[in-house]
Structure formats: C-alpha cells, structure tokens
C-alpha cells in the first residue's frame, strides 16, 4: 500500500511540474512576429449538415487581416441549409468556393473525403483544416500560425481552441481535455520527440505545409480513420517532420458538443481511435488514471470507514494535489471553477465514455456518427 502512495503523489508531482513547464511554454510562444510576406492559404472547411454553425464561422475567417488565402467548403453530402448558406458567401466574394460531393466513396470517412477533395482543388502553399463550429475570434489568426511555421520550420501547427461550455455535463467534462492536452506531455518536446506515438494535434485547427501534406498523403493516406487528427499528426512524425501545439485561446474556439448525447457519442466515436483501437492500451490507459485520480477518493472514504487516521491523512494530501492540478488547469483554460470542485464525477464521466468506445468497437466494429455507420479500421 505505501508503493501505492508513493506512487499516486510521484505521479501527482510528475504531472503538476509538467503543467507549470507547459503554461510558461505555452505563454511564451504567444509571441509572434508579423509578416512582410504574406504566402497563399487554402482554408479547407469540411461540413455535413452544419447550418446551425457554418455561417459563423465563415463570419470569422471573412474578418481575417490576411488577404492572400482561399476559402474552400467542401459540403459533405448536407441534407440541410448548409449549401445554401454557403453560396451567399461564394457570390458575395471570390476567395470563397464551395464543392459539393454527391458520393462518398467506399473505405473513406466522410469527413476525410471532404478534405481530400479540399486539397486538390486548393493553391495555397499553406493548407489550413479547419471545422465547421470553429469560431475564428481574432483577426490576427492566421497569420500568427504562418508566423510560427516559419519560426518554427514546422510541418504541422495545431491551437488548442478555447473551449466553450453551456450546459451542466459539457462543464463537467469537457475541461478534461484540456487538462489532459496540457498536464501529461511536455509540449515542448512534441516537435523533437521522434516516435510517432508521441504525436498528436487537435482537429479543429491542422495547418500544413503543402508540399509535406502531398508528401504524407494527407487525409487519403488516413482515409478510412476516425480520428484524423491524432493520425495526421503520426504520419506526420513518421515522414521527420516537425509538429508544434500551441495556445490558440485568444485565436480560435469551439463549442464541441451542445447536449450530453451529443457529447457522449461523440466522444465514444472518437475515443478508442485515439488508443489506436488496442484493448490494451485502453485498459492500461483508465487503470492508470484510476490509480492515480481515482483511488485516492476511494481510500479517504476508507480510511473514514476503517477509521484509519494515517490513510486520511495521505489520501487527503494526494486529493489536495489533485484539485491543485485541476484548478491550475481549469483557471488557465478559462473553465467555470465550480465545477472544479466535482472533479470525480468527470473522472468517472470520462472512464465511461472510454469503456463505452470500446464496448461498441468490440460488439458493432464501429459507430453512429452524423446518420452514418463508421467502421473501425482493419489493419
């Protein structure tokens, strides 16, 4: 049991040295230097049925500083409002064009077509993925993330959106991203860390350079994944190119999910790709993070029960650094601290929807998402 302990508060230190480091790298490189040169971008906006949300953010890239880019939608065979709004904004100004796809063709994802099909009919040098509820809220944004592509040679730049809740269970889980994104990986070393299992980026915001997106295949090379981003980023470390993730809080946000089914199925759809659809590395995955977030709850109750004074007083040091960790976290993200405080029903939330993901991989082989079945991959 005393391994355990020490264990969990190694861990626990581990992770709050690691969140420090990233906030102070993260804050740094908000930095930027403005641009004399201005090379082309393509914005690739892949949208299915996504009227309740493309027109804002269209409204958002249109108010960009930048001039010299092209925004490309690529509609996703839409069964609403979504084309419509699109054209106003295609006759409206000539950088706009919209593509639409009537077929989707066999072992591609949907969302992966759309982007491909994005790509062969852009010019840019920059190629910048993008999704239909990103909200683009400075009109500095693209060209801090062209800046820092060349500062930084990079291949691959990814923002970590502000993360917009509304709702009760959004405030409850959501947040957990964020924390994971920044407390268990050093960032600074996501660009020289050579193993491809050291890679990830966030969807919301993927720009490359073209030429290396042409090189790794881009999103075809990736067809039938699920999770592109965490799969572009691999491919990415696979060909030796350089990866960064950035703070893109004052740049770019996202309201992922606007109910808790919403949230759920989302969330379970994407889950156990981000595993690389292993059992293994779910179940090694949630155990760890049961130990060390979980069991200290588990062992105050305990230690009450037993009594055990000496198990209080641990399991009540390790708690502490846990709420230390996830208040850092949800005060540098902007989350709403009241909802700090009922940490473990997002931890119990989140190993939920794990297990789920798993459970419907095992059973289905894939999931619902956007009225349409998503196998997982066979490799």
Known sequence: MEMIHFFIIFALIAFLIILINNIF????????????????????????????????????????????LEVIVV??????????????YVNRDDRFKLIVTDFLPEGWMGKNYACWKGFENSKGKYLLFTDADTRFINIKTVEYAISKMKEKNLQLLSLLPKIETKSFWEKIFMPLWSFAFISFFPLKLLSS???????????????????FYEKIEGHKGIKDE????????????EKEGKIALFDGKDFIKVRFYKNYNEMKRGTVKSAFGAFSYSYKNVFLFLTL???IFG????????GFFIPSASLVKISFLEISLI??????????????LKYTLLFPLSLLTGIYFCLLSAKEAFLKGGYIWKERFCNIPRN
């Open 25 to 68: 790298y993260l804050e740094d490189e908000k930095g930027y230097t403005p641009l004399k040169e201005k090379s082309r971008v393509s914005i690739i906006v892949p949208a299915r049925n996504e009227e309740q949300n493309i027109e804002d953010c269209l409204e958002g890239i249109l108010k960009q500083n930048y001039e010299n």
């Open 75 to 88: 509609d996703d065979e839409s069964e609403d409002e979504t084309v419509e709004i699109v054209k106003k």
């Open 193 to 211: 860390w050579k193993k491809k299992a050291v890679s990830f980026a966030i969807g919301p915001f993927l720009m490359f350079k073209k030429d």
């Open 226 to 237: 699920i999770v592109d981003d965490i799969f572009l980023a691999r491919k990415t470390k």
């Open 289 to 291: 993070f049961f130990i």
């Open 295 to 302: 069991l200290p709850f588990l062992n105050l109750a305990r």
């Open 323 to 336: 709420y230390l960790l996830k208040f850092i976290s949800d005060c540098y993200n902007s989350h709403d």
